[in-house]
């Protein structure tokens, strides 16, 4: 899941900060695009590991341990400044942390019952629904029906080859994304570099950390399951959101969102190469499906995005 990274977010503001733009050409974009394929791998390949380790910790357990190493390692390297941000600041970072608890909380308790591929392909259907809803053109029908019938197939036309519950949690967990988004890009005009994510980090894993004790009690502490929980961390935290900020440096916001239309495919990958979850026919159709709708949305806001530039006067 990419649903850790706030670099979707904070792409205006990295790109602000460093002075850059998007260099032109292939060439000059294998480098970004290879940035953000391997945040990625390393976010869905961090969630395989997660769901190994939830017979030791559980779910709620692993989501504390992932979200306070991540924290504390980013409250390190930003050392954020805690004075001089108004109260809407600190109203909107809290937010921010609460929609991230909430997102990271509801995806793992899906992927503790459902294979990982499935479940990304449930989540991405928030940021998607967000990108449909927020471009208001017709074509975006096409891309929501493909969207809605690659989830029929995946639920077996009523979720009957899949843990209904299961998929409420990556359904809520999509919806979180969407908001997540949202508060991320608020965010990162708040605050400068990565204080913001830094900051709210703090306040999910603060907020989390009764539920992982309630559940998971001393084995939190215990030397094997911490850092294997560290190590999920970085995989889905603290590495991916790296990659991802020093790619969107030089890679269009655009290109970036189309990329991470490719997540189903990378967790299926994952659950089937550490977990050994095999996707049957129709489901790898239905992950398909949903790619595709993605994909398409990113597209059409684009492209919609270029006609008003070419119809607006100039200055």
């Known amino acids: 899941m990419s649903t850790s990274s706030a670099a979707s977010g904070t792409s205006t503001t990295a790109q602000q900060s460093t002075g850059r733009t998007p260099a032109p050409g292939r060439r000059g974009s294998l480098g970004p695009v290879g940035l953000v394929l391997a945040g990625g791998l390393s976010v869905q390949f961090g969630a395989a590991l997660a769901v190994s380790l939830m017979p030791r910790a559980g779910a709620l357990g692993i989501v504390t341990l992932r979200l306070a190493v991540a924290a504390v390692v ?100 999509g919806a979180m994304w969407a908001a997540y988004i949202v508060f991320s890009a608020r965010t990162g005009r708040r605050f400068p570099q990565a204080d913001g994510l830094a900051l709210a980090m703090a306040v999910g894993a603060l907020l989390f950390l009764p539920l992982g004790i309630a559940e998971a009690g001393t084995k939190l502490v215990d030397p094997l399951t911490l ?40 967790a299926a990958a994952a659950g089937f190469l550490i977990l050994q979850q095999a996707l049957s026919p129709v489901q790898a159709l239905a992950i398909a499906l949903v790619i595709a709708a993605s994909m398409g949305a990113v597209r059409t806001q684009v492209g919609r995005g270029r006609a008003k530039g070419v119809a607006a006067p100039s200055s």
């Open 74 to 173: 980013l409250l390190l390297i930003c050392r954020p400044r805690l004075r001089g941000h108004s109260r809407a600041d600190w109203g909107t970072v809290v937010v921010f942390g609460v929609t991230m608890a909430a997102m990271n909380g509801l995806f793992y308790q899906a992927v503790d019952r459902i294979p990982l591929g499935p479940a990304v392909t449930l989540e991405v259907l928030g940021p998607l629904a967000l990108s449909v809803l927020a471009s208001r053109r017709l074509v975006n029908l096409l891309w929501a029906a493909l969207a809605l019938a690659g989830v029929f197939l995946l639920g077996g036309g009523g979720f009957d080859s899949l843990d209904p519950v299961g998929a409420a949690f990556a359904l809520g967990a």
């Open 227 to 266: 850092g294997l929980g560290a190590a999920v961390a970085v995989l889905s935290s603290v590495l991916p959101y790296t990659l991802e900020l020093l790619a969107l440096r030089r890679l269009p916001a655009s290109t970036f969102a189309v990329l991470m239309s490719l997540e189903p495919a990378i």
